[in-house]
């Protein structure tokens, strides 16, 4: 097993929760908390996902998701090294 199996194997048992996209269950960390993008940068949004990179190179901007029985809608997407921080806001009719 090679340093990037061993990581994501690490990464994989911290990460005790889960969503669904595009029919798959992926693992990921939940957090309401406020977290600040950047000087001078806002994205409001309800929730935030992280989860690994590896697994999730097809979600995007305005994707949708299932998290804890709710449909989210992607409002921003941060990538850092080896995870994704998932910004989403509750999906209601004709807002996407």
């Known amino acids: 097993m090679g340093l990037n199996e061993i990581a994501r194997h690490d990464l994989q048992g911290i990460l005790g929760e889960s969503f669904r996209a595009y029919d798959r269950a992926r693992p990921c960390l939940s957090s309401y908390d406020p ?50 921080r998932l910004f989403l806001q509750e999906y209601r009719e004709g807002t996407c």
């Open 35 to 84: 977290y600040l993008l950047g000087e001078d940068r806002f994205v409001s949004y309800k929730l935030c996902l992280i989860t690994p990179l590896k697994d999730n190179y097809d979600l995007e901007t305005g994707g949708a998701l299932v998290y804890d029985k709710k449909t989210w809608r992607i409002v921003h997407i941060e990538r850092a090294r080896a995870i994704l």
